[in-house]
């Protein structure tokens, strides 16, 4: 199993620990993956998500890291900036 094989496994396994997503496509971005040589997740599609699970949240002035805070807890969130 090569380097990127393995991290694309533990980026699955991290988005299902922590968002529940077992589609990682949903989120992941194959163009900045490929340049960054490492799973990168797509904000755009991230976003896009969590309105579908939590509504339009900037009409509570809430950002996208305060969902994840409020919903999904500090770990989530250190994992999914560390993984943008």
């Not at 976003?47 to 009409?59: C, I, S, V």
């Not at 409020?70 to 560390?82: I, N």
Request: charged letters at 30%; proline letters at 2%; a positive charge.
């Amino acid at each position: 199993m090569n380097k990127l094989t393995r991290q694309l496994k533990l980026f699955q396994k991290n988005l299902l620990k922590h968002f529940n997503i077992s589609d990682f496509e949903k989120v992941y971005c194959p163009l900045l993956s490929f340049i960054r040589m490492k799973p990168t997740i797509d904000d755009i599609k991230f976003d896009d998500l969590l309105h579908k699970r939590h509504g339009n949240y900037e009409d509570d002035d809430l950002s996208m890291s305060d969902v994840i805070l409020k919903y999904y807890g500090a770990d989530a969130h250190r994992w999914f900036v560390k993984n943008l």
